[in-house]
Structures are given as C-alpha cells and as structure tokens.
C-alpha cells in the first residue's frame, strides 16, 4: 500500500526532530518544553479531561 503523503511528510519532520536532538529522547523534550513556553496558549492543557477518565489534549501549536 502507498503512503498518504500527509504521513510522509509527517514522518519527515518527526525524524528531522529526532535528529536535530542527536536521536536523544530528554534533549527533544527539553526543547519541546522551551517552545511552549514561548507559546500564548498551550500545547497540552492537562487541566481538563474528556469523560470516562480519557485526558484531552487541547491547543494546537506549530515548532519552528
């Protein structure tokens, strides 16, 4: 089966990610965590939760 080029191109920014951290895990959460906080609203708003005990992550947000 082909890919969706929309997973493509996903993929290809996620391993760009993971590369520019040296393929370390806590590096790329470290920088995460600097980006949002720059942001106005945040990437994950842990403070409220869906029903039936599922959290929901609200906020969207783009890395640069």
Known sequence: MKADPILK????IKDG????C???LRRL???LKASQKSQVSPVVNLTKTASRGHCR???TSVLT
């Open 9 to 12: 191109e996903l993929w290809k």
């Open 17 to 20: 990610l993971s590369e520019e």
């Open 22 to 24: 040296g393929h370390d």
């Open 29 to 31: 959460f470290d920088r």
């Open 57 to 59: 992550a609200i906020g």
